[in-house]
């Protein structure tokens, strides 16, 4: 007899979402990492898990719990996440919320690096696979993909200009501003349970009201569902 969970609208679909920041090692003891909570990832992650998907979630550290009945994939490093990802295709829907590092060390040492006698001390970077491009050119690309777009200006025409570079389908895009110390109290999105959304689809942009989180992450994937099944009649 069918499971109660075939009769859910994402039943038999493989969701694949990346959440959390990246870290990436200068030394055994110092890395480079962006700010990211995970929570909107893994809301969409338990949203796809509602709706009936095999959801693979792939996440960097995060100190919050993963959402029940998805299957999770811990990660540190950007290029960890990349090759999770790869090894996790096909999917159906990827979801790419991560916060990925841009750059990583090109040398990172294997001991504390100790401090010079230069006040100046300079580090090459060198730049990481991008997750998201890859699964836009990728041949088994999926039926959905759909970004994140994290912005201090310019919001729409850059959410506009990565859904085109990336080639993905839709760009959840926000604004992000923090102070630039290590104050975060008056920031917007990092940590916060609210997020306020562009949702950009093919050259249309829609702007969503402040909401929670969730729900943000409910009325996504209700997008979603819809669109899978334009897509297939
Ligand atoms: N992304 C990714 N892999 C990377 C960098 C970004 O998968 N190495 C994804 C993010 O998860 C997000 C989207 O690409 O879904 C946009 O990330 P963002 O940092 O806003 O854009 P970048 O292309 O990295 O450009 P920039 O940081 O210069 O704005
Ligand atoms: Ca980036």
Not at 148 to 176: H, M, P, S, Y
Not at 199 to 223: F, H
Request: with cysteine.
């Amino acid at each position: 007899a069918p499971s109660e969970n075939s009769q859910l609208p994402l039943a038999g679909k493989h969701a694949l979402v990346t959440s959390g920041p990246t870290i990436e090692p200068i030394d055994s003891v110092r890395f480079i990492a962006n700010h990211s909570s995970g929570k909107q990832g893994h809301a969409i992650a338990a949203a796809l898990a509602r709706q009936g998907a095999t959801v693979t979630l792939v996440c960097g550290p995060v100190t919050i719990d993963p959402p029940l009945g998805v299957k999770l994939v811990s990660v540190d490093t950007a290029q960890q996440m990349y090759d999770a990802c790869m090894a996790a295709l096909p999917a159906d829907i990827a979801v790419c919320a991560a916060a990925v590092a841009d750059w990583r060390a090109q040398s990172p040492q294997d001991h504390k690096m100790k401090k010079q006698a230069a006040d100046i001390m300079t580090l090459n970077l060198v730049k990481n696979p991008d997750i998201l491009a890859t699964l836009g050119h990728h041949q088994q690309r999926p039926d959905l993909l759909i970004g994140f777009a994290a912005e201090t200006e310019n919001l729409e025409t850059n959410a506009q200009q990565k859904r085109k570079a990336k080639n993905c389908d839709w760009i959840v895009g926000n604004l992000v501003t923090t102070s630039s110390g290590a104050d975060l109290s008056d920031d917007l999105v990092f940590g916060h349970d609210k997020n306020t959304i562009i949702l950009v689809r093919d050259g249309t942009s829609e702007a969503w009201p402040q909401m929670p989180k969730t729900d943000i992450a409910d009325k996504l994937v209700a997008a979603m569902i819809t669109t899978l099944h334009q897509k297939s009649t």
